[in-house]
């Protein structure tokens, strides 16, 4: 990332500017709105539902989808993505340890995550920091981690994360090599609310023609992306909801983008997006209706299959 995304990024981090004006896409941070906070715990408590919601938030389930992409090089039909959004691990009690052991049979070959690691949007990095210090080494993916940044997230957890083994994508790309193919990871910084992403910076140097993956913290880059060719769009952010009503859907899903965008997956042109529900929760650490998820993609080359989604 430049130093002038840099400077603006610590600027936000440390509140100089307004919290509720949009820096980025996001026309409306709902999460920097305190009061939502306590009105909301109010309401789940008066009506019994809190502890409901704090269990339901403690409990992540695997989704397995297979995923068909155009252009996708021969070498890496059958290659596996290990998709984490929406950690907020510091947030939700016991959510780390119930990961660990949900990761750590797994063997995929990449993983990627998505930003929001950490619960808060202030004070210090530190406690969800020392999360993640745990949970990395529960992950057994060949060819490692890459990682981006949030709208939840400070500067410091890159480095943090980049000490602790991930490849951090702030506006970058990286090539994951099988003999002469290649499939080529780019990641651009929180577009949401910082709106310190830039996809051209993140792309540059990447062939013509090149299977693209994007890693974005949220969805509102869809029709950039999809104009420079990128094959697969991974994000979160939306939480999908987290809080599901029953025939009315979600309330809420933060993003300025269309709401087939906002959970699971979606096409725009000729690209392939996937919104995971993100794994913790936030605002308040309750989920209805709408678990946290640990997703496996498998990429596949043929371009006639549907996608196709499996939940242990």
Known sequence: MT??????RRITEMGRLEAWLSQGRGSFHIENLRIMRTLLVFMLTTLHLRRRGERNAQTPVLRRITVPLRGLPAAFEGYTLLHLSDLHLDGV?????????????????LCVMTGDYRFEIDGPCRPACREMAELLPCIHAGDGVMAVLGNH?????AEALTAMGARMLLNESAVVRRGDDCLWIAGVDDPHYYGTDDLGAALAGVPARAAIVLLAHSPELYREAAARGVALYLCGHTHAGQIVLPLLGAPLVNANCPRSMAAGLWRFEDMTGFTSAGTGASLVPVRFCCPGEVVLLTLTRDDHLEATTERD
Do not use: H, I, Q, S
């Open 3 to 8: 130093p002038e995304m840099v400077k603006k």
């Open 93 to 109: 009690a016991g959510l780390g340890a119930r990961l660990a052991k949900m990761l750590d049979p797994l063997r995929p070959d």
């Open 153 to 157: 997230d400070f500067y410091d957890e």
